[in-house]
């Protein structure tokens, strides 16, 4: 069974740069099918797709979050990464990794969500 | 880049009623779009594919269709725990690139 976990300060100060990292276990990330992604969600409020990465290193990002977001991706450590530079308050979000389907469209696996507060 | 609607933003309805949510794309997705259901403090689980067809496991009483810009998304008979929040979710031609809507929350009148 696939499994993904998120990893990282649960507390930013404002100005500084946000570091998640999911690793997964269960599966390859080298796998065709998938592209592996982060979507966060601000207390209270709804789903905002960050961007996504293939194992190749191709990635896409969402163009209102383009400016500060980088996504790596460690084969080796079956690992990919988010940094998220010069967060403010509006960055508190409970931040999922998920693996996109790209065939189906769908996203079936998700990290269980790490809350990361951006506080000084 | 392709925007989300949906409606109401939220509802209240009663055990055994009929609850219809609706999604509307900024452009033309032709029946690339998927429904969720989020319980609190759960990740999203999907239950609706391609428009319309129901996920496995998933009850027979969650239903969609819809194609170009607008979706609907229906419980038929609303039970206690389907009280969640429902989210519609575009796809496109750029494989890792997906979009949600804002989101519908559910509650027992």
């Known amino acids: 069974q696939l499994q993904l976990q998120e990893s990282g300060p649960g507390l930013v100060k404002p100005s500084e740069t946000l570091s998640l990292t999911c690793t997964v276990s269960g599966g390859s990330i080298s796998s065709s099918s998938y592209y592996w992604g982060w979507i966060r969600q601000p207390p209270g409020k709804g789903l905002e797709w960050i961007g996504s990465i293939y194992y190749s290193g191709s990635t896409y990002y969402n163009p209102s979050l383009k400016s500060r977001v980088t996504i790596s991706v460690d084969t080796s450590k079956n690992q990919f990464s988010l940094k998220l530079s010069s967060v403010t308050a509006a960055d508190t979000a409970v931040y999922y990794c998920?693996?996109?389907?790209?065939?189906?469209?769908?996203?079936?696996?998700w990290g269980q969500g790490t809350l990361v507060t951006v506080s000084s | 880049d392709i925007q989300m609607t949906q409606s109401p933003s939220s509802l209240s309805a009663s055990v055994g009623d009929r609850v219809t949510i609706t999604c509307q794309a900024s452009?033309?997705?032709?029946?690339?779009l998927n429904w969720y259901q989020q319980k609190p403090g759960k990740a999203p689980k999907l239950l609706i594919y391609?428009?319309?067809n129901l996920e496995t496991g998933v009850p027979s009483r969650f239903s969609g269709s819809g194609s170009g810009t607008d979706f609907t998304f229906t419980i038929s008979s609303l039970q206690p725990e389907d009280i969640a929040t429902y989210y519609c979710q575009q796809y496109d031609n750029r494989p890792g690139v997906f979009t949600f809507g804002p989101g519908t929350k559910v509650d027992i009148k």
């Open positions: 452009q033309d997705i032709s029946n690339y």
């Open positions: 391609d428009a319309s």
């Open positions: 998920a693996r996109l389907n790209m065939v189906r469209g769908v996203i079936i696996y």
